[in-house]
């Protein structure tokens, strides 16, 4: 079946660094990617939707100068987040599909981001 | 607007038990609707979908009915396992795949043996 890998799967690092992360789809071509953050014991907050060469759209909130996101290819979007700061600190999903017909959305595993 | 409720949980049952998690929705148009899964430290898989009213989803033992007249899409199982144990995601989407999913809050499933 359709897989999404999301990279890396952890990190932690220093208060006011920057955090790329990777999510890519391994066997299909992902026109619209989506990234979603989790808080603890919570629902999925859609961050941004990105389609494959044109800029992010993000949901009402969300900073895009904070969490950049990139689609350059049918295969790889990232989210970079600059100058992270503890609050931060949350779970990242990104999922991927293709356009067609009921075609549903594939989710990465996850990446946990804790900054210190 | 468009919105999803589910029962809270935590809902703790013993094994080969029956499930019910129960899902409603608010929604313009005919949306899809999915049951999604997540296991403690993973991304989510879905678990089951329905695009039409009537239409009947179901994996590994799930099923769920897409009820139009009550608006709900509630996810049962005859027989839960201790390795059902974790987080169910109802969610919608009102284009299927090229639309954006709301989900719900979540209901977290526990089995004990």
């Known amino acids: 079946g359709a897989v999404v890998s999301q990279h890396p799967s952890w990190v932690i690092c220093k208060s006011g660094t920057s955090v790329k992360i990777e999510c890519r789809s391994l066997?299909?071509?992902?026109?619209?990617m989506f990234w979603y953050r989790q808080f603890p014991k919570q629902s999925l907050m859609l961050m941004a939707t990105?389609?494959?060469?044109?800029?992010?759209?993000?949901e009402q909130g969300v900073e895009k100068d904070k969490f950049l996101i990139n689609h350059a290819s049918l295969t790889l979007s990232t989210l970079t987040v600059t100058s992270a700061h503890p609050e931060d600190s949350s779970f990242y999903i990104c999922?991927?599909?293709?356009?067609?017909?009921?075609?549903?959305?594939?989710f990465g595993d996850g990446t946990r981001l804790s900054i210190l | 607007g468009n919105s999803v409720t589910q029962m809270e949980g935590p809902v703790t049952l013993s094994e080969e038990a029956f499930l019910t998690i129960n899902c409603t929705y608010t929604?313009?148009?005919?949306?899809?609707l999915f049951w999604y899964v997540q296991y403690p430290g993973e991304g989510l898989q879905l678990l089951l979908k329905?695009?039409?009213?009537?239409d009947k989803g179901s994996n590994k033992g799930f099923e769920a009915t897409y009820r139009k007249e009550t608006t709900s899409f509630h996810l049962e199982k005859g027989s839960v396992q201790v390795s059902d144990s974790a987080v169910y995601f109802c969610?919608?989407?009102?284009?299927?795949?090229?639309?954006?999913?709301?989900f719900g809050t979540g209901t977290r499933l526990q089995v004990f043996p």
């Open positions: 066997d299909f071509q992902a026109t619209t």
């Open positions: 329905a695009t039409k009213a009537d």
């Open positions: 999922s991927a599909t293709t356009t067609g017909i009921n075609q549903p959305q594939h």
């Open positions: 990105s389609n494959e060469g044109s800029k992010a759209t993000y």
């Open positions: 969610a919608l989407t009102l284009v299927s795949g090229t639309d954006k999913l709301i």
């Open positions: 929604a313009t148009g005919y949306p899809s």
